[in-house]
């Protein structure tokens, strides 16, 4: 394509071809997309091809790549180097298919993949964030087997960055022709070249989107081809952990409105209070204010001594067998990740009044807990007796809250794994007389639920203008807000709350907003504010 590119570059970082002069390419790196990609991403690719081909995407670009590959290689049979290639491959294929993503590409000695298209993924920054460090925690254990095995020290590095590409053809192989607009791709390629052994360096892009999740370490200013000044690089550290719900809680501004979606809610959980299991599944775009509402609600109804238990979904537990309901018994009980017996007897032992159950809930919490630590136990563990554990889940959740009616929430479900989803299906199934109602909220809802009987689906639409104004005016503080200025911010906002949040907190924390006693003003064209993706 006649990009110019840095020596160390294999395949170009404009159009992903592979450069003339690199190393012969080995076998396993000139299969198609198509040998290695899940039957289920295979089929979303092909159906929606024709759709996105021309189409302008924001995508996310992740390059992993094995330190020092010559030098292993030189050392080793190439049998040998086969082997462990087809055992790293394995664990990137896992990972990446995993949180949603597709390879694009083999590069020899790594791999190029791509988050939010083919397949469409509005969180495709986080996603690969998450698979990243899934693949240095897998490749953790890899390392020790090969450095047993072959006294090689065997460490990958990445580089992630977001841009828009131009997607051109894809074809029966899967393989997806893109143009990248800019440095989308060059930027992912040298942000990896620079990485250390064992690192992922992101771009500010990526840092910008993923922030909330993940945690990151300021690198400062890396060096680009035909940038003058230099990129932002982050060095992506690991997974935020979860906030409590008094944190998120305190910092909470007065919740707006949304009289009706709360009486549909007590509607349907009086129905199930007379021990007619009920589903709520709530959907609508991020920020719309669904984990808000739950909470107001679960207030709302608490004087009525129920029993909750809440569990959340994430990308980081999308490919861990059963996370969310993990999530929700672990946090009824007030669990800490690092259980054990005693743990287990002090916190569950007295919510349950049917001994007989005491031995089969302790062997569930040993099989949890190894869920929890790796999934290839779950996949050995789970699929064996899947019904048992799911009986078990049942009777300990039923006879934890015998005397009380029961809410369980689970939120993300756009993250839920498939294992989580026949869970609840199962729940509703084989639950008779039992007062609980079960909320599932999330940007898009699993597919599965068509079926269930006690269902409402609820979908949560933005804010009108005047309730937009009275949230906006709540977290400036004022109600003196010119009304062009406020006009314009609330018809950029379409209503969504988290948006209205946002740019309300900017305002105030740069000091942008002047007031006199009958109005106030901002000091800088509303354009010149960065708002948020
Ligand atoms: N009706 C409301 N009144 C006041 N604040 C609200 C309202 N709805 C949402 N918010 C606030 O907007 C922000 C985003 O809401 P929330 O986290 O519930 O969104 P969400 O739909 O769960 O998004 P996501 O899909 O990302 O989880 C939160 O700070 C929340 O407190
Ligand atoms: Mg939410």
Same mark, same amino acid.
């Given at each position: 394509?006649?990009?110019?590119?840095?020596?160390?570059?294999?395949?170009?970082?404009?159009?992903?071809?592979?450069?003339?002069?690199?190393?012969?390419?080995?076998?396993?790196?000139?299969?198609?997309?198509?040998?290695?990609?899940?039957?289920?991403?295979?089929?979303?690719?092909?159906?929606?091809?024709?759709?996105?081909?021309?189409?302008?995407?924001?995508?996310?670009?992740?390059?992993?790549?094995?330190?020092?590959?010559?030098?292993?290689?030189?050392?080793?049979?190439?049998?040998?180097?086969?082997?462990?290639?087809?055992?790293?491959?394995?664990?990137?294929?896992?990972?990446?298919?995993?949180?949603?993503?597709?390879?694009?590409?083999?590069?020899?000695?790594?791999?190029?993949?791509?988050?939010?298209?083919?397949?469409?993924?509005?969180?495709?920054?986080?996603?690969?964030?998450?698979?990243?460090?899934?693949?240095?925690?897998?490749?953790?254990?890899?390392?020790?087997?090969?450095?047993?095995?072959?006294?090689?020290?065997?460490?990958?590095?990445?580089?992630?960055?977001?841009?828009?590409?131009?997607?051109?053809?894809?074809?029966?192989?899967?393989?997806?022709?893109?143009?990248?607009?800019?440095?989308?791709?060059?930027?992912?390629?040298?942000?990896?070249?620079?990485?250390?052994?064992?690192?992922?360096?992101?771009?500010?892009? &990526? *840092?910008?989107? !993923?922030?909330?999740?993940?945690?990151?370490?300021?690198?400062? /200013?890396? +060096? @680009? =081809?035909?940038?003058? #000044?230099?990129?932002?690089?982050?060095?992506?550290?690991?997974?935020?952990?979860?906030?409590?719900?008094?944190?998120?809680?305190?910092?909470?501004?007065?919740?707006?409105?949304?009289?009706?979606?709360?009486?549909?809610?007590?509607?349907?959980?009086?129905?199930?209070?007379?021990?007619?299991?009920?589903?709520?599944?709530?959907?609508?775009?991020?920020?719309?204010?669904?984990?808000?509402?739950?909470?107001?609600?679960?207030?709302?109804?608490?004087?009525?001594?129920?029993?909750?238990?809440?569990?959340?979904?994430?990308?980081?537990?999308?490919?861990?067998?059963?996370?969310?309901?993990?999530?929700?018994?672990?946090?009824?009980?007030?669990?800490?990740?690092?259980?054990?017996?005693? &743990? *287990?007897?002090? !916190?569950?032992?007295?919510?349950?009044?049917?001994?007989?159950? /005491?031995? +089969? @809930? =302790?062997?569930?919490? #040993?099989?949890?807990?190894?869920?929890?630590?790796?999934?290839?136990?779950?996949?050995?563990?789970?699929?064996?007796?899947?019904?048992?554990?799911?009986?078990?889940?049942?009777?300990?959740?039923?006879?934890?809250?015998?005397?009380?009616?029961?809410?369980?929430?689970?939120?993300?479900?756009?993250?839920?794994?498939?294992?989580?989803?026949?869970?609840?299906?199962?729940?509703?199934?084989?639950?008779?007389?039992?007062?609980?109602?079960?909320?599932?909220?999330?940007?898009?809802?699993?597919?599965?639920?068509?079926?269930?009987?006690?269902?409402?689906?609820?979908?949560?639409?933005?804010?009108?203008?005047?309730?937009?104004?009275?949230?906006?005016?709540?977290?400036?503080?004022?109600?003196?807000?010119?009304?062009?200025?406020?006009?314009?911010?609330?018809?950029?906002?379409?209503?969504?709350?988290?948006?209205?949040?946002?740019?309300?907190?900017?305002?105030?924390?740069?000091?942008?907003?002047?007031?006199?006693?009958?109005?106030?003003?901002?000091?800088?064209?509303?354009?010149?504010?960065?708002?948020?993706?």
């Amino acid at each position: 394509c006649g990009f110019e590119n840095p020596p160390d570059f294999r395949i170009c970082g404009k159009c992903g071809e592979h450069l003339e002069g690199s190393k012969a390419l080995p076998a396993y790196a000139k299969r198609a997309p198509r040998d290695y990609t899940p039957p289920f991403l295979v089929k979303k690719v092909l159906n929606s091809r024709h759709s996105i081909e021309g189409e302008r995407k924001l995508v996310t670009v992740l390059f992993a790549d094995v330190v020092n590959f010559t030098g292993i290689s030189e050392k080793l049979d190439p049998e040998d180097v086969h082997d462990i290639m087809d055992g790293c491959f394995e664990i990137l294929g896992r990972e990446i298919h995993g949180a949603g993503g597709t390879i694009n590409q083999y590069t020899g000695d790594g791999v190029m993949a791509l988050f939010g298209a083919p397949v469409a993924l509005e969180d495709h920054a986080e996603r690969a964030c998450y698979a990243a460090l899934r693949v240095h925690e897998s490749l953790e254990r890899y390392r020790l087997r090969l450095k047993n095995q072959y006294s090689i020290d065997f460490r990958m590095r990445m580089g992630i960055n977001t841009g828009l590409v131009v997607v051109g053809a894809i074809g029966d192989n899967l393989r997806l022709d893109y143009t990248a607009v800019g440095d989308t791709t060059n930027l992912a390629a040298r942000l990896q070249a620079l990485a250390k052994p064992g690192q992922i360096l992101v771009s500010e892009r &990526v *840092y910008r989107s !993923a922030k909330g999740r993940f945690k990151f370490q300021k690198l400062g /200013y890396i +060096k @680009v =081809k035909g940038k003058e #000044q230099g990129i932002l690089a982050y060095v992506l550290k690991g997974y935020h952990t979860k906030p409590s719900y008094k944190e998120v809680h305190l910092k909470k501004i007065p919740f707006i409105n949304r009289q009706k979606e709360l009486n549909q809610l007590e509607n349907a959980f009086d129905t199930s209070k007379k021990g007619i299991p009920f589903m709520v599944v709530l959907t609508g775009e991020a920020g719309i204010g669904k984990t808000r509402l739950i909470e107001v609600f679960i207030d709302k109804v608490k004087p009525q001594g129920i029993r909750t238990f809440w569990g959340t979904c994430s990308p980081l537990g999308l490919a861990t067998t059963l996370h969310p309901i993990i999530d929700m018994i672990y946090d009824y009980f007030g669990l800490s990740a690092q259980g054990g017996d005693s &743990v *287990y007897t002090r !916190a569950i032992v007295p919510h349950l009044d049917d001994r007989a159950l /005491y031995p +089969k @809930v =302790k062997a569930l919490f #040993q099989l949890l807990e190894e869920i929890r630590l790796s999934d290839e136990k779950a996949q050995q563990s789970s699929f064996g007796n899947k019904r048992e554990i799911f009986r078990t889940i049942r009777d300990l959740i039923i006879t934890a809250t015998s005397d009380h009616p029961l809410l369980a929430v689970i939120d993300n479900v756009q993250w839920m794994d498939t294992t989580s989803i026949e869970f609840i299906e199962y729940l509703f199934e084989s639950l008779d007389d039992i007062p609980i109602m079960v909320i599932c909220a999330g940007r898009t809802r699993p597919s599965q639920w068509g079926e269930l009987a006690n269902k409402v689906e609820m979908c949560l639409k933005p804010l009108n203008r005047e309730d937009s104004k009275e949230l906006l005016d709540s977290v400036i503080g004022t109600r003196l807000l010119d009304q062009q200025i406020s006009h314009k911010i609330i018809s950029n906002s379409g209503g969504n709350p988290l948006f209205l949040i946002e740019i309300g907190n900017t305002l105030i924390t740069r000091g942008l907003i002047e007031c006199d006693e009958t109005k106030c003003i901002v000091t800088v064209p509303l354009e010149k504010i960065a708002i948020p993706d």
